[in-house]
C-alpha cells in the first residue's frame, strides 16, 4: 500500500489526486479487495479472461489510472452493460471498457459504486471470461 500512497502522491493535477484517493478508498470498499499497483493501474482483484484466439491471461476485475486528461476506470465487462446506470452518473466520456471522468465531485459517486460493484460480481462470478472488446459478439 505503500507505493500506492507514493504514486497517488504524485499524481497531478490536485484534482486527479483527489479523485484517486476517493476511487482508492471507493473500490476497496466494495471490492473487498487490497489494491495492487501494476505500472500506473491500481486493479482490484482479478478475473481469468480468454480470447477466441486461445490467447488467454488474468487481469484485474476492476480498477483506475489517474491520468493528466482524466482518471480512467475500468470496466472489464463492458461500458455498455451498465448504460442505464450511467446514463445518470454526471459529465463522462468511455470507451468499450473504460470510464474516463475529468472530476469526480460532479458526478454520482453512489452511481459509480453500484455500477463498480455489479461489475465486479460479474467479472468475479467466474462465468466471464472475455474481455470488454469481445463481449458484444
Not at 474516463?100 to 459504486?113: P, W
Amino acid at each position: 500500500m505503500e507505493d500506492i500512497a507514493e504514486f497517488i502522491a504524485q499524481v497531478t493535477p490536485a484534482k486527479r489526486k483527489r479523485d484517486a484517493e476517493t476511487l482508492l478508498a471507493l473500490m476497496a470498499e466494495v471490492t473487498g479487495e487490497k489494491p495492487i499497483l501494476t505500472g500506473s493501474i491500481i486493479g482490484f482483484g482479478t478475473y481469468h479472461y480468454r480470447y477466441a484466439s486461445g490467447r488467454e491471461g488474468d487481469a484485474p476485475a476492476t480498477g483506475f489510472a489517474p491520468r493528466k486528461p482524466a482518471t480512467t476506470i475500468y470496466l472489464m465487462d463492458g461500458v455498455d452493460a451498465h448504460a442505464e446506470e450511467l446514463a445518470h452518473f454526471g459529465p463522462h466520456t468511455s470507451g468499450v471498457g473504460c470510464l474516463y471522468v475529468k472530476d469526480l465531485d460532479v458526478c454520482d459517486t453512489a452511481a459509480l459504486r453500484r455500477v463498480i460493484a455489479r461489475s465486479y460480481r460479474t467479472l468475479t462470478a467466474g462465468v466471464f471470461g472475455q474481455r470488454a472488446s469481445e463481449s458484444g459478439e
